[in-house]
């Protein structure tokens, strides 16, 4: 499979998960309300707004976000473990969010070959860690950030430039 394949399959599967999903539960509506508030909170830091640009928490309150199973962390054959966080939709203004993944359980590790261990928060609380995925998701948004989904070097750059600017 190219990289090509891997976006669509994953696209494919988000949205063939959306059709069965329920509404996202209370609790869900709950944390993502937080968690987009703290993310408005750091957009009024110049600093931070810079990385996104003009209209960037008008764009983040005008995003749908839905919960969907995407999968649980997984180790590829190098030993390095993934897990999609969240898939943006940019035509859709809507972030689907891993019903499986860390933003919901943001304590969540995986094990590398050789039992090394792997936070996927990058240090941060859970509070600042699900802000720092909306941050992402929101240069998605934007236009700012080109599709990283099966290129997690460019997905990595994108989230160290957020951490850089807003943390």
């Known amino acids: 499979m190219n990289k090509a394949t891997i976006v669509i399959v994953v696209v494919a599967a988000a949205m063939n998960s959306m059709a069965s999903a329920q509404e996202s ?18 957009l009024r830091q110049p600093r931070c707004a810079a990385v996104f640009g003009e209209g960037a928490a008008d764009t983040l309150r005008s995003a749908e976000f839905r919960f969907v199973p995407m999968g649980k962390p997984k180790v590829r054959l190098d030993g390095t473990v993934v897990v999609v966080a969240a898939v943006t939709l940019r035509e859709f203004r809507l972030i689907l969010i891993n019903r499986d993944g860390p933003f919901l359980q943001p304590q969540m590790t995986g094990n590398r070959i050789g039992g090394l261990g792997v936070d996927f928060r990058f240090g941060l609380q859970p509070h600042a860690y699900r802000a720092l ?26 989230t160290n430039l957020v951490r850089k600017g807003c943390f």
Do not use: C, Q, W
């Open 25 to 42: 539960n209370a609790s869900e509506a709950a944390i993502v309300r937080e968690s987009a508030g703290y993310t408005a909170t750091l």
């Open 133 to 158: 995925l909306l941050l992402h998701e929101l240069g998605h948004l934007m236009g700012k950030f080109k599709p990283d989904a099966s290129d997690s070097e460019l997905a990595t750059e994108y």
